[in-house]
């Protein structure tokens, strides 16, 4: 009963929100290279179906270079969400998103949600922090290598959101270049894995083949170029 409460209330948020958004500030350091990207990440709902289900546009931002990869489209269902960053079904103990989210915690009405991945030898723990709101006010990614040392290290901060402020308007910075191929490239390296439809998990992973990527395209079209 209270999961369907929730669910009507977050349907009523989405119909009655004019283009509801979700955008992230994200830091993430890897410690191997030693790098820090600072960046944003963008979830647009751009057209809300009668049947519950949510079509979104979603774009992440490197501010360290200027550069996005975007609109990745798609689709999910307020009644089984997998990658939108919002909850249904805030309070229960365990929370269902392609894989299962378990409640570690709870302070001043921040519900704190644990969730291990091991894919190929490597550990991602996720942990969202989210209120009666369903929008996560934050998420951490901590990922571990094959020798169980910390190699990554990603947090995600709530920038804003026309869900909790119909007034706030979505920020996407001006003079940005688009990676050419990044669609193909989040399909080509991610897909193989069997949660990618959760996009926390899959954002970070993403991130890591993004930014070696840029790095070794850069380093050798300057040698060629």
Do not use: C, W
């Not at 919002?86 to 309070?91: H, I, L, P, R």
């Not at 998990?201 to 380093?219: E, G, N, P, R």
């Amino acid at each position: 009963m209270l999961f369907l409460i929730h669910l009507v209330a977050v349907a009523f948020l989405f119909s009655n929100s004019y283009h509801p958004f979700l955008e992230y500030m994200m830091i993430s350091h890897f410690y191997t290279i030693n790098q820090t990207l600072v960046g944003l990440a963008i979830e647009n709902v751009t057209e809300v179906f009668p049947n519950g289900s949510v079509e979104f546009e979603y774009y992440s931002i490197d501010l360290n270079n200027s550069e996005y990869i975007g609109p990745i489209i798609k689709v999910n269902n307020l009644s089984n969400l997998t990658s939108l960053y919002v909850f249904t079904n805030v309070g229960n103990k365990v929370v269902y998103r392609a894989a299962p989210f378990y409640l570690v915690g709870e302070e001043d009405g921040v519900y704190i949600y644990k969730n291990v991945q091991n894919l190929e030898g490597v550990e991602v723990i996720t942990y969202y922090y989210v209120n009666s709101s369903g929008v996560p006010s934050k998420i951490v990614f901590l990922q571990y290598g094959v020798n169980g040392e910390l190699v990554g290290n990603t947090t995600y901060v709530l920038y804003s959101s026309s869900l909790l402020n119909p007034n706030t308007k979505l920020y996407f910075p001006s003079g940005l270049t688009r990676v050419q191929g990044g669609v193909d490239v989040q399909l080509s390296n991610t897909a193989r894995y069997p949660l990618i439809e959760n996009a926390f998990t899959s954002a970070l992973i993403l991130f890591v083949v993004i930014l070696v990527s840029l790095k070794v395209l850069k380093k050798y079209g300057n040698k060629n170029g």
